[in-house]
């Protein structure tokens, strides 16, 4: 018999509500070697992230990674680590904040929105139970990663499917698949790029950086590689920016096989070398500042290429809690509850209901 998660108490009385859990990669809670190292066990332990067969990577993973690497990763978190914690955290809490606000102005009290992190806190499975525990009875989960891959999207829809498998009386399940040429995602994308030319005036180049995977992910069939070219060619063509004015490359390579190219360090060199002066970067495939984003690509990246010879760099930070993102991602998660969304006075016609039904039940003898 399968082993069911504990049920949270049933209440004839309480209204039928819909859930949103935005889902975002994760983060140790603090910038040290033990509590990043069981952080990393687990994201290096998917599957989906490190595809070699397990009987090889597991001793490399165990024995050379895991005992060295923590104390590596400590330092760079540090120099990114706010007062109140992760950037990461942070910002992806906010966000989920701000969603709720934002669609509970249009939609009363029967939504409910909360974050969780594939790996780390809130992790999915507490983060379901929550909504559940809130009378939730349909669930969308949105991966914010805009373009799909196996190693992050479809981890987090895996993480899901595993929680509603160990549930006894599962609520109805959506996921939102990608949005990497949503219009308002590429409109919050330009608005920050022209908000940051209007406070620092135009650079001479734009480079879009997204995170890296393996070259062999495409010739498997992963779109990821196409999604990254379609989000900078929009992004660029919302600019009004031509070929020579902007460029795309892959950060964060791990390991000695071949990744998506081209790699950004070695972009940042090229660049430096030629002398595009004032060059501008920008994340797209990360919608909350991060490790990656705040230290390789804001300090490191800025190293590269003032030493490679260019004149100046210039990060530009994600979309964070900016209102036009914040307005995209609530209009996607409003389009993907479409048949499910009543509006306010239908929902305490709903809360009406509830409380008739909660009569009704204590007819039969029901307690709650």
């Not at 190693?151 to 829809?157: F, G, L, Y």
């Not at 109805?172 to 406070?199: C, E, N």
């Amino acid at each position: 018999m399968p082993r069911f998660l504990a049920e949270p108490a049933f209440r004839h009385d309480q209204a039928a509500a819909i859930g949103v859990l935005l889902v975002n990669l994760g983060t140790p809670t603090a910038p040290t070697a033990k509590a990043i190292r069981p952080w990393l066990k687990e994201f290096l332990s998917d599957p989906r992230v490190v595809e070699l067969p397990r009987l090889l990577w597991l001793p490399i993973l165990h024995g050379f990674i895991l005992p060295f690497r923590p104390g590596k990763t400590a330092a760079k978190y540090a120099a990114i680590w706010q007062k109140d914690g992760s950037p990461l955290a942070i910002w992806t809490e906010k966000q989920a904040k701000l969603v709720k606000g934002w669609l509970g102005e249009r939609h009363g009290q029967q939504l409910r929105v909360r974050h969780a992190m594939r790996y780390g806190q809130p992790g999915i499975r507490e983060g379901v139970a929550a909504l559940k525990a809130e009378g939730c009875d349909r669930i969308l989960i949105v991966p914010l990663y805009p373009q799909y891959s196996a190693s992050t999207s479809a981890t987090v829809i895996d993480e899901a499917a595993r929680t509603f498998a160990q549930l006894r009386n599962q609520p109805g399940l959506r996921t939102v698949r990608s949005f990497h040429d949503h219009p308002g995602y590429i409109d919050a994308l330009a608005s920050r790029v022209r908000g940051h030319w209007q406070s620092n005036g135009r650079g001479d180049y734009l480079l879009m950086s997204f995170h890296g995977v393996p070259r062999y992910t495409l010739d498997k069939g992963d779109p990821y590689f196409c999604h990254c070219h379609k989000t900078a060619r929009l992004l660029a063509e919302a600019l009004g920016l031509n070929k020579e004015q902007w460029g795309l490359s892959f950060q964060s390579r791990f390991g000695k096989a071949e990744w998506l190219k081209p790699y950004t360090t070695d972009t940042l060199h090229e660049l430096g070398k030629r002398g595009a002066g004032v060059l501008d970067v920008i994340c797209p495939g990360f919608v909350a500042d991060c490790l990656e984003t705040l230290e390789e690509i804001a300090l490191e990246g800025k190293q590269d290429y003032l030493a490679a010879g260019g004149r100046e760099y210039r990060y530009i930070p994600c979309l964070n809690d900016q209102a036009e993102w914040i307005a995209a991602l609530s209009g996607l998660v409003e389009s993907q509850l479409s048949g499910w969304l009543t509006n306010g006075k239908d929902h305490e016609i709903t809360k009406e209901l509830s409380e008739q039904r909660l009569l009704r039940a204590r007819a039969l003898g029901a307690k709650n």
